[in-house]
Every structure is written in structure tokens, then in C-alpha cells.
């Protein structure tokens, strides 16, 4: 017993435990601060080459992003402090490496995206796809594969997800309304997490939007990167990654990576293949339901009204950008972009980028407004019919700007910052000397290790830090191998986008995991055949189909190599 005003006192902690507790939250500072003093080894003997300060820069920066120890664009920022400082390259030098035409074309695309987010137009066509494709879960799946693609070729992969999540949502809850499954399970911890086939369903709009995104440049921030990388690293280079080349290569590589990752989906899940297995008896829907399941999607429909002018003028805006993208420098006939330099006698084919585009839709579409009522100034007969406030734009600037994803912008300039002072100061030739080893093995070897490496670390770290990581060093390791960088550059390029496996490397997988409820465990079993079908047919699409697309790929040394 304990007289008055007596507590019981909790038994002292353990030394263990204190550093376990201090561990759990203060790991981030503990990092940010011990991995500069762990890495200064590389700055030996004193005092440091122009290339070991990029290295250590480089390595600093490459923990920093793995680990999100700070967010990702404070980190991006670390080469305009260490570079200047260290004789690598000058300030204004760095910092023109946050402001090219990669970074100008990578907001463009973010902006064209906002528009169509804005208008709603990616909800009416996900809509109008799943009405024309039908209601059982196979069908429903396919559909949804289709549709969130095809939107993560134009719009960000974040963004397709998340056009989804709704979606998704009102039709399970039908087919849990008529007792044919359960969104959420309870775990051992009491909690609700995602059942299984409801993971089925939140994990293959994430996946769908992460292969979208590799169709078309302007599909995720990463095919941006590895481009940016590319001409910084070789300016007199052809443009090799214009936008119709590009997509003459992504464009058939995502329709494969979609086939075989709906046959994976539907054969674990649904039981294809498998008439007589659990999978197939649990996702059989009868009639009824299917039924439901319509009427459903039918008043989700219906609440979108008719097509809106809003909607009708983002079609035109952003289909002609598409069209100028694909005009401008097409290599297959002379381009807009190839007169201008012609009739100004430039004699640079590149003096036009893909970023000039951008710049004029968007901008027409921040001036061009989204609706029709600034007529009735010219038809109203009394004051209380004129318009009471101003008409919206086809892009609203306001809210664009509250909602875009700017930061992003310096983790593009913080890599092309590393891969530019990785050039001057020599950090190249000395990764070159300690990859040597490399030489013994055959090229389509290298470009399997180099596919599976990046795929594998993406999984754990952000796209794009992993792209300008990664890119540098395979573009490097082809010269080293008498090979052309190009190819290693697509290889690493395209391998970085790809994360199925957990949700810390894109924010799509994020956003599953927390809105849906998707355990890691789930999401790694959904996402363990699309990692192993991508491995392969990334690789083969490297090898065999690039240089049908990109013929210079067979050889090993171009003019513009230097």
C-alpha cells in the first residue's frame, strides 16, 4: 500500500533499452550526421583531388536518398554547397544544372497533367473504360491495367493511382454489399488491413501506373532524369531521346510489361488457368451482382454530367502538345523543329527542344478559359445576368501551384549537377578504372546485372535519386566495356521506374499501403511476379528490340562518344 500522495515508480530502463528507444527516433539525425565523418576516408590522402570531393559528394548524397534521412530536393542542394567550395565547379556553374531544358520540360509535363487532373477528364475515361469492358473481377482487372496505363503515359503515375483509389473502393464495396468478399481482414493485431483480392485490386493500379509511366518522356519524372543525364553527359549527341523515338521503344515495351503482369494477377488472384482452384470458386460473381456492380459504376458515371467544355478544350490543348512533341524533330522526316533551324540556318538540330512546346501549351492554357459564360457580357439584358466572379482557366494557376510537386524539380538538378562534376573533375575515369573486372563478361550479361541491380535498389529508395545515381555509372561502365553508353543509359534508365515490391519507392505504392490499408506482405506477393517479369523482359527489350529503334546502339563507338 502507498500512503497518500504516493506513486509507484516504473523500474529505471536498461541501457539497452534507452539506446534502442534513442535509435527508433533519432535514426534520421543519427545518419544525417555520422555518414559525412564515415565517408571522409575517401577524401584521403589531404589534400583531396577535384574527384574524390565528387565522390564523396555523390556517396553522401546516395545514402541521404536510400535512407530519406532529409527529405530528397534538401539533399539534392548539397552540390551547390560542397562543389563551389571544394574548387569542383563554380556556383553558377552548379547552379545552371537546376535550370535546363530536362527540368523546364519535367514542370511542363507536371503542368499538362494538372490540366487534364483539373478538368476530370482521367475520371470520365476510366469510367467509360470499365463500362466497355465489363464487371467480373478478370474483366474489371483488365480494364483497370488499360486505363490507368494509358492515363500514366500523359498524367504523373501518383496521380493515375490516385484517380483509382475511388474508383476502386465504390466497386468493391458493391460486391461486399452483396457478401461476395470483404475489402478488409482482420489481423492478429485486431487491425483492418486489405483483404486479399481488395490487395489484388489497389496493388495493380499502382503497378499499371508505374509501367504507364514508362510509355511516353513525359510519363514519370525518371525517363526526364535519364535523358537530362544522357545529353549532359554527351551534349553533341543526336537527339536520340526525342519524344517519338522514345515512344516508339516505351510504348511496346509497357504493352508487354502490362500483358504479363495482368497474367500474373489474374492467374494468383482470380485462378485463370485454374477452373478447379480456390482462387477461381472465391472470385466466381453471379449474375445479381454483376448487375449491381453496373448500376453501380452507371450512377458514378452519370454524376459526371455531360462532357464539359473544360473537358473538351484539354483534349485539344494537350493532344496538340502530343502532336508537336511528336512533329518537332521526328528523325524519320524533317520536323517544325528542323525547319526553324533550317530556315534560320542554325545548323543545330537541337536548337528547339521539347520544352518550348510545353511552355507555349501551357501557357495557352493558363490564358484560354474553361468555360463559354464570359458571353453572356455580350447577351445579358440586365445587371444580375452578367457573370458575379472570374472565369477559371483551362489551367488554374492557383491551384496548380498549391498542389504540383515543385520540390522534385531540385532532386533533377542535384543529379545533373553530380553527373556534370562527375565529367570535369575525372570521377568518371575512376569508376572506369574499378569496374575493370567487367570487361570478361559478354555485353548482354552486363546489361542483365545493371537491369537487376537498379529494379531491385529502386524498390528501397525513390526513383529518380536512384536514376541519377545509377545512370552515370552504367554510361561510364560502357565506355569501359567498349559499348555504347546510350544502351546502358536506356538499361538504367527505364530499369529505375520499375517498383513492385515495397512502398517506400514510389509514391503510388505509398499511397495504397496507407488509403487502402495494403500490407508490405501483400504488396511484396502481389508485386513478386511483375519484378521478375520486368527483370526479363527489360532486358530482352535492351537487347533486342533498342537497337531496332535506335540502330546506332550497334555501335560501340560513335562519333559524339569524344
Not at 476510366?126 to 500523359?154: D, E, N, P
Not at 511496346?252 to 478447379?276: K, S
Not at 445479381?288 to 459504376?297: G, H, I, T, Y
Not at 511484396?524 to 527489350?541: C, E, F, K, N, R
Request: charged content about 15%.
Amino acid at each position: 500500500m502507498f500512503g497518500y500522495g504516493e506513486t509507484e515508480k516504473a523500474p529505471p530502463l536498461e541501457v539497452t533499452d534507452k539506446l534502442k528507444i534513442y535509435l527508433i527516433v533519432h535514426w534520421r539525425g543519427i545518419i544525417t550526421l555520422l555518414v559525412p565523418l564515415l565517408t571522409i576516408g575517401i577524401l584521403v590522402p589531404f589534400p583531396p583531388e577535384k574527384w574524390q570531393w565528387t565522390a564523396y559528394c555523390l556517396l553522401v548524397m546516395a545514402v541521404y536518398w536510400v535512407t530519406e534521412c532529409i527529405p530528397l530536393p534538401v539533399t539534392a542542394f548539397l552540390p551547390v554547397i560542397v562543389f563551389p567550395i571544394t574548387g569542383v565547379m563554380t556556383t553558377t556553374e552548379v547552379c545552371k544544372c537546376y535550370v535546363s531544358d530536362a527540368v523546364i520540360m519535367f514542370l511542363g509535363s507536371l503542368m499538362l497533367a494538372a490540366s487534364v487532373e483539373q478538368s476530370g477528364l482521367h475520371r470520365r475515361m476510366a469510367f467509360v473504360a470499365i463500362r466497355s469492358v465489363g464487371y467480373s473481377h478478370r474483366k474489371l482487372l483488365v480494364a483497370m491495367v488499360i486505363v490507368t496505363s494509358f492515363c500514366s503515359m500523359w498524367i504523373t503515375n501518383t496521380a493515375a493511382t490516385t484517380m483509382m483509389m475511388p474508383i476502386i473502393f465504390a466497386v468493391l464495396k458493391v460486391f461486399e454489399d452483396q457478401k461476395l468478399l470483404n475489402v478488409y481482414d482482420t489481423d492478429v493485431s485486431g487491425s483492418k488491413v486489405a483483404s486479399d483480392i481488395a490487395s489484388c485490386y489497389f496493388c495493380t493500379a499502382t503497378f499499371s501506373a508505374t509501367i504507364g509511366g514508362v510509355g511516353t518522356l513525359i510519363g514519370t519524372g525518371t525517363n526526364l532524369v535519364f535523358k537530362g543525364l544522357f545529353v549532359t553527359e554527351y551534349p553533341n549527341a543526336p537527339d536520340y531521346l526525342s519524344f517519338p523515338l522514345f515512344s516508339a521503344f516505351g510504348i511496346p515495351y509497357m504493352i508487354v510489361l502490362d500483358i504479363f503482369l495482368v497474367l500474373y494477377i489474374l492467374i494468383v488472384y482470380t485462378g485463370l488457368f485454374r477452373p478447379n482452384s480456390e482462387a477461381a470458386r472465391k472470385t466466381k460473381i453471379p449474375a445479381n451482382a454483376l448487375k449491381a456492380a453496373e448500376e453501380a459504376v452507371a450512377r458514378e458515371y452519370a454524376s459526371l454530367g455531360k462532357i464539359t467544355f473544360w473537358e473538351k478544350a484539354v483534349i485539344v490543348l494537350f493532344g496538340s502538345s502530343i502532336i508537336l512533341f511528336f512533329c518537332r524533330s521526328p528523325q524519320i522526316f524533317k520536323g517544325w523543329g528542323d525547319l526553324i533551324s533550317d530556315f534560320f540556318e542554325l545548323n543545330n538540330i537541337k536548337f528547339v527542344r521539347d520544352s518550348a512546346v510545353a511552355a507555349c501549351i501551357i501557357t495557352v492554357m493558363l490564358i484560354f478559359p474553361s468555360n463559354l459564360l464570359f458571353f453572356k457580357n455580350c447577351s445579358a439584358k440586365f445587371h444580375e445576368d452578367l457573370p458575379k466572379k472570374p472565369i477559371r482557366s483551362v489551367l488554374d494557376w492557383a491551384i496548380m501551384m498549391a498542389e504540383m510537386p515543385f520540390s522534385f524539380v531540385f532532386l533533377l538538378g542535384g543529379g545533373f549537377a553530380l553527373s556534370t562534376a562527375a565529367k570535369l573533375s575525372g570521377l568518371n575515369s575512376k569508376i572506369g578504372e574499378c569496374i575493370q573486372g567487367l570487361k570478361v563478361l559478354p555485353d548482354i550479361v552486363i546489361v542483365l546485372i545493371i537491369v537487376t541491380v537498379v529494379i531491385m535498389i529502386t524498390n528501397f529508395a525513390s526513383n529518380i535519386a536512384v536514376c541519377n545515381v545509377f545512370t552515370p555509372i552504367s554510361m561510364q561502365l560502357a565506355r569501359e566495356v567498349k559499348h555504347n553508353p546510350l544502351m546502358y543509359c536506356i538499361a538504367s534508365g527505364f530499369a529505375a521506374s520499375h517498383c513492385f515490391l515495397l512502398p517506400v519507392g514510389t509514391p503510388g505504392n505509398l499511397i495504397v499501403q496507407s488509403a487502402a490499408k495494403v500490407p508490405t506482405s501483400k504488396m511484396a506477393v502481389a508485386g513478386i511476379g511483375p519484378t521478375i517479369s520486368t527483370i526479363i523482359i527489360t532486358w530482352l527489350a535492351v537487347n533486342f528490340y533498342a537497337p531496332i529503334v535506335w540502330p546506332i546502339l550497334k555501335n560501340p563507338s560513335p562519333d559524339w562518344l569524344g
